[in-house]
């Protein structure tokens, strides 16, 4: 009995603990699941006031931003994000769609004068990707229009625009932020170029100012690009005024140039080096390259060079180690002179001269070009520019011929030249036996017998040379060269050729003062009779206001207003 109680009193105390545990699971189980909801409230809560943040700040921003569109289009707001696609132009007006034609003459944008247009790169990356320095290096710029036909979407970039906006690496598909602004006139520029060499331009501002009219707008930190003929330059715009974008259109900009920096020298860019007459520099040339000297005659030197006996020689002498140099003088504005592209030319092999005299009609006061070109191998050399006065020599010349003509003389029948007398016989015994007389037609040079071996003529055009130049002239010469435009010629054909029938030859443009493609004949028969180019007949067709009476005329018809209207020369 007693035990059957025991088990009874052990069930219910065990049947009780069991509860009690159950119980208390329960309330462990509905105590996490209060925590957990509580948790779940609280993360819905930090959610949705974190988006209700997000959307006051997006509000804020949207305002700001539609504040500073309406400030900076003067009512007018514009605003898209286009694909950007590079097309081949000149100067930094764009090409947008036609849909913002609309957009825009719907505000009356037209109205308002030229367009300009702040354009920003899109970063394509999540925020995370983008840390604060690349977001304070994002790219900006600004440009003019060109016209509206671009691709719906799409934003056509020309190379300067392309070029700032994107210096290093191009995104797959890259997206172009597009904002309407307006621009202040420009007043000042503070330019430097990347390398040397801008400076020695002939009117460097004036080729600066050309390139400058296929521009709307400069922006500081911009990369403006310069071409003159087949050389480019690249400017850096470091300061401008009356603030960091400013129109270019229609104003008049103090433009300094400074030098460029210690470590931005360019050893790609052709550089003319001073040369002063009776100094000397020397250097090595390397196989096909140029290295290039300028050196000036002064008004007062021309007329020395004009009234006097006086002569420029132009002198290289050269390290014959294997290699072998030629010589090329031109005078500004042809400032870097070539094979095929010069006025005075030596190939000699080794050593060579120029002389210059006033007889050269192309001589005259003004500032030249001297190019020393490897022809064939490494070179050393040393090139100077000296005065060479040769009045005493002709006069001693003259003395002794002179006093050759009082002495009776008679003609050797084997060199022709004129012999005392007295002497005749014994000079024809000797020349007979040690001199020869060279049988080519219109040459009769005499030779000693052992020289004549490397007595040569050209088979083209019948110069004489030695046997170990002929090599050299034939290449030099004769070799065929073809000309950009087309045409083959040899060397003197050539030169003539570029120098005034190509079309691709460059001038200076006697309107914009810039280097350009001559081009083919004017379309206007007019201007073909004067003598204008291509380019000149265009460029002579802007207007600019008569210094006398201030009406607009053609420049190119300037010089005729001036005789007709005004009567004068």
Known sequence: MDFELRRAREKLEKEQRERKERAKLKLEKERKAKEEAKKQRDAIEAAQRSRRLDAIEAQLKAEQQMGESLLAGSGIVFYRILEAVPFQGSGDKIKLPPSCFTELSDQGAFDKGPMYFKLSVIHQEGPSEINGSEKENNRTTHSGVLEFTADENSIGLPPHVWSNLFPVDTPKAPLVEVRYVRLSKGTYAKLQPDGIGFSDLPNHKAILETSLRQHATLSEDDILTVKYGELTYRLHVLELKPSSTISVLETDIEVDIVNPGLGSERTNQYVLKPLVFGTSDSGFVEEGNYMYYKFSIDDNMWEKIVSSDVKIEVKIDADMNGGDTDLYVSKHPLIFPNRHQHEWSSHDIGSKTLILSSKDRNLGAGTYSLAVYGFKGTTKYQVSVHVQENSKQRVCQQAVSSSSMEVD??????????????SIALHEAYCSRHNVVCSHVGCGIVLRIEEAKNHVHCDKCGQAFQLGEMEKHVKVFHEPLRCPCGLVFEKEDMVQHQASDCPLR?????????????????????????????????????????????????????DIHQIAVHQKN
């Open 506 to 558: 460059l001038i200076t443009c006697r309107f914009c003062g810039d280097m350009v493609q001559a081009g083919s004949s004017a379309m206007d028969v007019r201007d073909r009779l004067r003598g204008l180019s291509e380019h000149e007949s265009v460029c002579g067709s802007r207007t600019a206001p008569c210094d006398s009476c201030g009406r607009s005329v053609m420049l190119k018809d300037m």
């Open 409 to 422: 003389t008679v003609e050797c029948q084997n060199c022709k030249h004129f012999i005392p007398s007295r």
